[in-house]
């Protein structure tokens, strides 16, 4: 493989959360007086940290999400996680790829810390990340699209930006990991190509990933 390290994002890329997620988010913005389609949710806020959503909602309204908007929105996030989250078919195989080619790994998302390991220990694929590996837009002062957090990955892995590969699934991520001077492969399971623009390839299965990246 030409990369020494690859950053993978997480929700829709590894885990498939992204359904569930946005129409947690969707129905419960809604229901906070601010109606937003599942398809007005992912085109909005797919990839992004939950500043965003109280961003948005305050540029569009003028008005202000509850305090508690967080606590609940991830309450019942976790909730429907707990039921219905599953692994991105394939990805288990292409990590045990990476671990025996000797490729190093780690994740780099938007959500929580809380977040990251609800969805892996869910999942079952918390065996393959090491705790030093996760990092989440907590980590850093802006989340995505700004390239803090893929340009801070790297760092505390020891490789430089432009050995790295990022695995993407939203425009927000693509455009970050190019801020950050790093290839990108944008994942096209949910999000359109052409919504992915400026990516060094893309992907509809986690199977072609070790033919793209070698």
Known sequence: ???????????????????????????????LGHPTSYEESLRDYMGSAVHRVHDLVAERTGQKLPEDFETTLNFRTFAAFEQELVAVDGVEEFLGKLVADGVDYCVASSGSHERIRVGHRRTGIDQWFEEEWIFSS????????????????????????????????????????????????????MMPADRLTGVTGHFSDMSQLPGLLA
Do not use: H, Q, W
């Not at 390290?5 to 947690?24: C, K, Q, R, W, Y």
């Open 138 to 189: 907590e980590d850093v002062g802006r989340g995505k699209p700004a390239p803090d957090l893929f340009l801070y990955a790297a760092e505390r892995m020891g490789v430089a930006p432009e050995r790295c590969v990022v695995i993407e699934d939203s425009p927000l991520g693509v455009e970050a990991a190019r801020a950050a001077g790093m290839d990108v492969y944008g994942f096209t399971s």
């Open 1 to 31: 493989m030409r990369y020494e390290l690859v950053i993978f994002d997480n929700d829709g890329v590894l885990v498939d959360s992204e359904p569930l997620a946005n129409t947690v988010l969707s129905g419960y913005l809604t229901e």
